[in-house]
């Protein structure tokens, strides 16, 4: 079956190093997406990473290892606006979104 | 870059009314937009597949009498949730691939609060 594991919740301070891992089984792949999502608010985009290695963008990079069937999202100089649920999402070989169910990050002065 | 617009944000409704949300995709034309439903503390959980000029695609488990999807033209999808109950009551988002974009294209709208009384 399909399946996306992240952690149910994780607390940094402010100012720290985060890295939220999602671990992935799917029925074919074609990318991994991480969504941002504040409480009350739709997903917004984060990144996507179809081949391996690290994508940077600004304070937020993210990891693949197709081989490993693992991603991470690592969150650099936290602030409090961080505070939001992360949603890992593969995209399966029918191109349909497979959704783990977020990691809530708390971020504390 | 790709907007998608939905409407209302937030309604309110008696329980056996129906509910009407709708989905645009603002500059670029979408041949497949997608419903989830999330309750709160859960994650997004796809509903059905919209597709433009024909039938949608349910998910196991959804209803396709109680929740009607209409994908009439490349910019527009509706959920109708007919006969609400307080259980149907959830936020409901809607997602749209505009397939010139990278990254999949998927773009959320910002969702709709049902509330079911």
């Known amino acids: 079956g399909q399946n996306i594991d992240q952690p149910t919740e994780m607390t940094a301070t402010e100012g720290a190093i985060v890295q939220i891992n999602c671990t992935y089984q799917?029925?074919?792949?074609?990318?991994l997406f991480w969504y941002q999502q504040h409480a009350g608010e739709a997903p917004t985009f984060l990144s996507y990473?179809?081949l391996d290695g690290l994508e940077e963008k600004g304070r937020f990079s993210s990891f693949l290892s197709r081989s490993k069937g693992y991603s991470y999202l690592l969150l650099k100089e936290l602030q409090m606006k961080d505070s939001a649920s992360y949603l890992c999402?593969?995209?399966?070989?029918?191109?349909?979104?497979?959704w783990g169910a977020g990691t809530k990050l708390i971020i504390k002065p | 870059g790709a907007v998608v617009s939905q409407h209302p944000s937030r309604v309110i409704c008696k329980s056996g009314t129906s509910v009407k949300i709708e989905c645009r995709s603002l500059?670029?034309?979408?041949?497949?937009m997608f419903w989830y439903r999330q309750f709160p503390k859960q994650s997004l959980m796809l509903m059905a597949t919209?597709?433009?000029?024909?039938?949608?695609?349910?998910e196991q488990g959804v209803e396709k009498d109680k929740f009607l999807i209409n994908h009439a033209s490349l910019t527009l999808s509706t959920l109708t949730v007919t006969s609400a109950h307080p259980e149907d009551s959830s936020f409901y988002i809607c997602?749209?691939?505009?397939?010139?974009?990278?990254?999949?294209?998927?773009?959320f709208g910002s969702g709709t609060r049902l509330t079911v009384v």
């Open positions: 997602s749209a691939r505009d397939l010139d974009r990278e990254a999949g294209g998927y773009t």
């Open positions: 500059d670029f034309q979408a041949t497949t």
């Open positions: 919209s597709n433009e000029g024909s039938k949608a695609t349910y």
């Open positions: 799917t029925s074919g792949f074609n990318g």
């Open positions: 990473n179809v």
């Open positions: 999402a593969c995209m399966d070989s029918n191109y349909q979104l497979i």
